[in-house]
């Protein structure tokens, strides 16, 4: 579930990994969540066996963000804080990328 308040986007408290199987296991077409972004985003599954350490440490708290490796934000987007994170990046010269104009 997505609402919009101000000038960031929360994603409800429940897990949309919750959701998935809860519809797959109705043998439900899947919705697709298609994520426009300007910067690589990686995706974790926490359901994955391979991922069983941080499905333990984030089931409850999802989503949960990771900038460079560091913990950023959960349970909702904090789209101030994410750019101040990048601004701050930038600044240091973390990385040889640039945000495109």
């Given at each position: 579930?997505?609402?919009?308040?101000?000038?960031?986007?929360?994603?409800?408290?429940?897990?949309?990994?919750?959701?998935?199987?809860?519809?797959?296991?109705?043998?439900?077409?899947?919705?697709?969540?298609?994520?426009?972004?300007?910067?690589?985003?990686?995706?974790?599954?926490?359901?994955?066996?391979?991922?069983?350490?941080?499905?333990?440490?984030?089931?409850?708290?999802?989503?949960?963000?990771?900038?460079?490796?560091?913990?950023?934000?959960?349970?909702?987007?904090?789209?101030?804080?994410?750019?101040?994170q990048l601004q701050k990046l930038e600044q240091q010269g973390a990385g040889?990328?640039?945000?495109?104009?």
């Amino acid at each position: 579930m997505l609402w919009f308040q101000g000038n960031s986007v929360h994603l409800a408290k429940y897990s949309l990994q919750l959701l998935m199987r809860n519809l797959s296991a109705s043998k439900t077409i899947l919705p697709v969540l298609t994520l426009f972004t300007k910067v690589i985003l990686q995706e974790v599954d926490i359901t994955l066996p391979e991922n069983s350490a941080w499905y333990e440490r984030y089931k409850f708290d999802i989503p949960v963000f990771h900038l460079n490796g560091q913990f950023l934000m959960m349970h909702r987007v904090d789209i101030s804080k994410l750019e101040k994170q990048l601004q701050k990046l930038e600044q240091q010269g973390a990385g040889c990328w640039r945000m495109p104009s």
